[in-house]
């Protein structure tokens, strides 16, 4: 697995004011690579996180962007889901639909949430050849120098014990390299099924926009830019891409430690 050594704050952390701030830049950010990533390939895969993230999406929503970003060309995926039916008041997909996605207009056959039918171990496997069949397509593309795709964004959270995804600290689905997607049926945060990328699947990708509003973040902030950890130690500070940019947008609150 790559080490990368300590996190360098100057080229990783954009620290603002409050979260109005901090929304209207990853808004600004989250655009701006829509546009490039459209330019080039005439798609844009993005992927979602659940938890307090899609809030801060709200910007995306509201002029300019509801008109300027081509949304037609967005392609949604989950870092992470539960598995629950699709209406379920824990759904990732839910979460993110309600706040987000219906406010702008994706084609809904461009959102891929999970099929709820199945279980997590089923779920997992058939998300992961859906993955597969979009780069067949030619819509996602794979990492140059590995067999892992390519996102061109994840939007990703961080727990207060400093989980990402649905990537426990030293649990050993941190470990899994021969899958995209796996499933965990012990998730220490509730709901205990969930599907997941894995690591590697998130070291490949073009970008990462990590989130973190509030000192109930601080400490965890500190340690992912403090020392390096052992792999998988502390998953949001092993989540960051091999060969791509990684980006923390954190308030005044959870950069307070630093
Ligand atoms: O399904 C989930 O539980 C989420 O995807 C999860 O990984 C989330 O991103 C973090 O827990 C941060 O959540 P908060 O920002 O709400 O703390």
Request: proline fraction near 7%; include cysteine; charged fraction near 20%.
């Amino acid at each position: 697995m790559a080490s990368f050594g300590k996190l360098d704050k100057d080229l990783h952390l954009q620290v603002y004011e409050n979260v109005e701030e901090l929304s209207d830049s990853l808004a600004e950010h989250v655009a701006q690579l829509s546009a490039s990533a459209v330019k080039d390939r005439g798609a844009f895969t993005v992927v979602l996180s659940g938890g307090s993230l899609i809030k801060t999406l709200g910007k995306l929503c509201e002029p300019p962007y509801l008109q300027t970003v081509d949304w037609g060309n967005w392609h949604v995926f989950w870092v992470d889901e539960r598995v629950v039916k699709k209406d379920h008041p824990d759904s990732n997909y839910k979460l993110a639909y309600d706040g987000f996605l219906s406010k702008v207009p994706i084609p809904s056959e461009k959102v891929y949430a999970i099929n709820d039918t199945l279980s997590a171990q089923g779920a997992a496997e058939d998300y992961e050849f859906g993955l597969k069949q979009l780069v067949k397509t030619g819509i996602l593309a794979m990492a140059d120098t590995n067999d892992y795709p390519r996102f061109d964004l994840l939007l990703m959270g961080m727990g207060p014990d400093g989980h990402c995804a649905s990537l426990f600290p030293n649990h050993p689905l941190v470990h899994v390299k021969e899958k995209w997607v796996a499933s965990i049926t012990d998730s220490p945060k509730p709901p205990p099924e969930r599907i997941t990328f894995t690591l590697p699947v998130i070291q490949a990708a073009a970008n990462i926009f990590f989130v973190a509003n509030g000192e109930g973040k601080a400490e965890m902030v500190a340690k992912v830019f403090g020392e390096e950890l052992p792999f998988g130690q502390l998953p949001s500070q092993s989540a960051r891409p091999t060969n791509g940019k990684l980006i923390w947008f954190a308030d005044k609150g959870a950069a307070s430690k630093l």
